[in-house]
């Protein structure tokens, strides 16, 4: 008997907020239509994404948990 584990499970998904508007970005769905797949971890969202409500830079962007 062996556990497999999912790699899921041990994956927390995050979600990140933009301090200027309110967006959400959430790590599962990622932004299909700016070109960020779903599932995309926010470290591995480009530099230079901007926030596609207001334009503010990721460094404008807080972790939030929900
Ligand atoms: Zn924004």
């Given amino acids: 008997m062996t556990g497999i ?3 899921n499970e041990n994956m927390e998904h995050k979600t990140w907020m933009c301090l200027i ?3 959400m ?3 599962t769905t990622g932004v299909p239509e700016d070109g960020i797949a779903a599932g995309t971890l926010w470290t591995d969202v480009p530099m ?3 926030c596609p409500e207001c334009g503010a830079r990721k460094e404008d962007f807080e972790m939030v948990t929900i």
Avoid: A, I
Wanted: with cysteine; proline share 0%.
């Fill in 25 to 27: 970005y959430d790590e």
């Fill in 5 to 7: 584990k999912k790699l």
């Fill in 48 to 50: 230079n994404w901007v």
């Fill in 21 to 23: 508007c309110g967006w």
